[in-house]
Each structure stands twice: as C-alpha cells, then as structure tokens.
C-alpha cells in the first residue's frame, strides 16, 4: 500500500497498524506524536488502528533538552 510519511511517499506492506509502521521506521512510539488523515491518533490506540492506501501520516519526534 502506498503512504505519505511527513511529505514522503513509500510503498509499505499491507495491513500494518501505526505500531507497526513506527516499528519499521524504528521509531520510538513512547517518543512521538502521530497524525493520520488530519486527526491526531492517540498512543493507546497506535496498537489497533489499521492503516490504508493512500493516508496520510505526520511523524513528530518529541526530543527533551535544557
């Protein structure tokens, strides 16, 4: 299935959840922030919600500092 990742488009398996995906771009799901088609997914919910062809994701990396 095709994806836009923040801007990028790329062919993914199908049938991937955002838990998965996060996995497969070795992201932390403990340390970001995801959006899928405008609305924002709750971490709790990374686990259950299916993606699809053609959404749209925004990845945002939380980074702590002083």
Not at 6 to 20: P, R
Not at 21 to 32: F, G
Not at 38 to 44: Q, S
Request: cysteine-free; glycine content about 10%.
């Amino acid at each position: 299935m095709r994806l836009t990742v923040n801007g990028e488009q790329a062919e993914h398996v199908d049938g991937l959840t955002v838990s998965a995906l996060l996995e497969e771009l070795k992201l932390d799901a403990r340390r970001v922030a995801v959006e899928r088609n405008k609305t924002i997914v709750r971490r709790v919910h990374f686990d259950r919600t299916d993606l699809a062809d053609g959404d749209e994701l925004e990845i945002v990396t939380l980074v702590g500092g002083g």
